[in-house]
């Protein structure tokens, strides 16, 4: 069984910045692609991020369009955890943020479509006022 526990969650004032932590077991970060994805109210589930630990220097990373160039993938392997910076926060960021673990790993880059994810963390939520 896979255990993933994310935390960083919180309010923040649109613009500002969070970062949101996975931990798992060592297998899991090093050989699973490791996503998020957000649910915000009264929206579907929606792919945000998502990355494969190549090696210590290099962390594959994959962005959708909207988070491009605000949120950042980062990991720490001494940790086995995985991070998503947020910057320039938006009112529309507001969601219920999972972490997620996809044993396909990396294949031609890292799965976008939730299906591809086995294991799932208990969600962590972010809120953004205006």
């Known amino acids: 069984q896979v255990h993933l526990v994310e935390s960083g969650g919180g309010m923040v004032q649109a613009g500002g910045s969070l970062t949101l932590s996975c931990v798992t077991a060592?297998?899991?970060?090093?050989?699973?692609?490791m996503g998020w994805f957000r649910q915000g109210p009264g929206k579907e589930q929606e792919f945000v991020a998502a990355?494969?630990?190549?090696?210590?220097?290099?962390?594959?990373?994959d962005y959708a369009d909207s988070v491009k160039g605000r949120f950042t993938v980062s990991g720490d392997d001494a940790k086995n955890t995985v991070y998503l910076q947020m910057n320039n926060i938006k009112p529309e960021d507001t969601a219920v943020y999972f972490c997620a673990a996809s044993s396909r790993g990396f294949r031609d880059g890292v799965p976008r479509p939730a299906s591809e994810y086995d294991y799932w963390g208990q969600g962590t939520q972010v809120t953004v006022s205006s």
């Open positions: 990355s494969y630990w190549i090696t210590r220097r290099a962390l594959y990373k």
């Open positions: 060592r297998r899991t970060f090093t050989t699973y692609a």
